[in-house]
């Protein structure tokens, strides 16, 4: 018995993508991280978030030197976390909301620039696992996590941007 498949994109439903008002609110919460990074890292650390943090697993050393422990309670400035979350969710909302004009092309678009963002992550990662050591190789795994939204946004915007521009032309 063969499965039948209907592979037609015109068919393609997205319900899992979120309603286009979710996006003004992802755009929000990004700019809202990006700002509160900006200022905790360039112009002063953010000391106010310094709050007692649940923790699952906590390692008190560098690369997994120190002493290990499970499930507990720690002092932690929150800045650092709170602009990944907000980031992440701002991020998610912007990505995975519908634009206004749902058609072929637009989801098209979107997955053509999912697979892009995501073969791009995989080399960044895949540089970093044979060139890059040490430390930096910590550094580049922290920054490299939100690595796969933002492409994803920018390409997907820019070429919705382009498309626009000549449908109008």
Same mark, same amino acid.
């Given at each position: 018995?063969?499965? @039948?498949?209907?592979?037609? @994109?015109?068919?393609?439903?997205?319900?899992?993508?979120?309603?286009?008002?979710?996006?003004?609110?992802? *755009?929000? $919460? /990004?700019?809202?991280?990006? /700002? $509160?990074?900006? &200022?905790?890292? @360039?112009?002063?650390? +953010?000391?106010?978030?310094?709050?007692?943090? !649940? &923790?699952? !697993?906590?390692?008190?050393?560098?690369?997994?030197? %120190?002493?290990?422990?499970?499930? %507990?309670?720690?002092?932690?400035?929150?800045?650092?976390?709170?602009?990944?979350?907000?980031? +992440? +969710? %701002?991020?998610?909302?912007?990505? !995975?909301?519908?634009?206004?004009? #749902?058609?072929?092309?637009?989801?098209?678009?979107?997955? #053509?620039?999912?697979?892009?963002?995501?073969?791009?992550?995989?080399? @960044?990662? /895949?540089?970093?696992?044979?060139?890059?050591?040490?430390?930096?190789?910590?550094?580049? $795994?922290? &920054?490299? !996590?939100?690595?796969?939204?933002? /492409?994803?946004?920018?390409?997907?915007? *820019?070429?919705?941007? =382009?498309? =626009?521009?000549?449908?109008?032309?």
């Amino acid at each position: 018995m063969h499965a @039948v498949y209907n592979l037609n @994109v015109g068919a393609m439903k997205t319900r899992y993508l979120l309603p286009n008002q979710f996006k003004k609110f992802g *755009w929000v $919460l /990004l700019l809202f991280a990006l /700002l $509160l990074r900006t &200022y905790s890292s @360039v112009i002063a650390p +953010i000391n106010e978030l310094n709050l007692s943090i !649940f &923790y699952i !697993f906590y390692v008190g050393g560098l690369f997994s030197e %120190g002493s290990r422990k499970y499930f %507990g309670i720690i002092q932690n400035d929150f800045a650092l976390e709170l602009t990944g979350l907000l980031f +992440i +969710i %701002g991020g998610l909302l912007v990505a !995975f909301s519908k634009v206004k004009r #749902e058609d072929e092309f637009i989801l098209k678009i979107w997955l #053509e620039s999912l697979v892009w963002a995501t073969y791009f992550n995989a080399f @960044v990662l /895949l540089s970093a696992l044979l060139f890059v050591y040490g430390g930096a190789f910590v550094d580049i $795994l922290f &920054y490299n !996590f939100p690595t796969i939204l933002i /492409l994803f946004i920018a390409r997907f915007h *820019w070429v919705y941007y =382009q498309a =626009q521009r000549v449908e109008i032309a």
